[in-house]
């Protein structure tokens, strides 16, 4: 009987362990790497998704809930804070920006700006990123924070942007952007994508050189999007507000996500 205890006692500790004493659940994200590495090639990393079904099945509840969210505020600030105090006062705020603007250097500089947020500024971007973050870090999920980030911010700006339907502000000679106000996708994209780098970098470097570059990076082009889509007369002050808003939430719910596929362990972790 002795003999037999023990036998049983050693079986479940092999199966229970992998490579020591870490125990590995069928179907997690750990097994898949272990599963991706033993077939050899390609780093086991770069064969680990950074999303499985139940993060994804989050991630559409959380986009749902914002935008139900959104379009309400966006229906409050349309039917009873633009005619407000608080409505006039926004518009007074167009109008003195709007009695300084020219064509001039402030005005290029404004759409110089606004440009960081493009659609095809945002379309390079991910194109270089994509080989340079697999290089540099042999796994998806940097990339996928990014990406996933915009995707998500940017569907819930559309679906939001169409049902609310609020005017853009009187321009005059400078034109008139084809998509409505409420909220400013420009700075949504402004509020993931140059966060989104500076959590990526964060996670792989102790340099303070680069830490502190890219965190001012973060915070500056966001606000200098804002200041520059209001400054072109394209948004009030409202919805530059929102779309900061809407993008700081998405890059957290994706960076949430990330986190909890890979079974609660930071993006700093090195391992996929």
Not at 87 to 92: M, P
Not at 168 to 178: E, F, N
Request: with cysteine.
């Amino acid at each position: 009987m002795t003999h037999l205890a023990a036998d049983e006692r050693s079986g479940c500790s092999k199966g229970a362990t992998v490579s020591g004493t870490q125990r590995v659940i069928p179907g997690s994200a750990a097994d898949s790497e272990r599963s991706a590495g033993s077939g050899g090639g390609a780093p086991a990393s770069w064969k680990v998704m950074p999303l499985h079904g139940p993060q994804v099945q989050r991630l559409l509840i959380e986009w749902i809930s914002l935008v139900a969210a959104f379009v309400l505020t966006g229906f409050v600030v349309t039917k009873w804070w633009e005619p407000s105090a608080a409505g006039a006062a926004e518009t007074r705020l167009h109008d003195w920006l709007a009695a300084d603007r020219s064509s001039g250097p402030a005005t290029r500089a404004a759409e110089l700006a606004s440009a960081l947020t493009n659609p095809h500024t945002k379309q390079v971007l991910l194109i270089v990123l994509l080989p340079l973050m697999l290089w540099a870090y042999r796994r998806w999920h940097d990339w996928a924070l990014v990406t996933t980030g915009l995707l998500f911010e940017m569907t819930i700006f559309v679906v939001t942007s169409k049902l609310v339907r609020r005017e853009r502000p009187v321009v005059g000679d400078l034109g008139q952007a084809p998509t409505f106000s409420w909220p400013s996708g420009h700075v949504a994209a402004a509020a993931v994508l140059y966060p989104g780098l500076a959590v990526v970098v964060f996670s792989h470097t102790r340099s303070t050189l680069w830490r502190c570059t890219f965190a001012a990076i973060a915070v500056a082009v966001p606000v200098a999007v804002a200041v520059a889509r209001m400054y072109l007369g394209l948004h009030y002050l409202s919805d530059v507000v929102a779309g900061g808003i809407l993008g700081v939430l998405s890059l957290l719910a994706v960076h949430a996500a990330l986190v909890r596929a890979r079974g609660g362990r930071p993006l700093s972790d090195p391992t996929a």
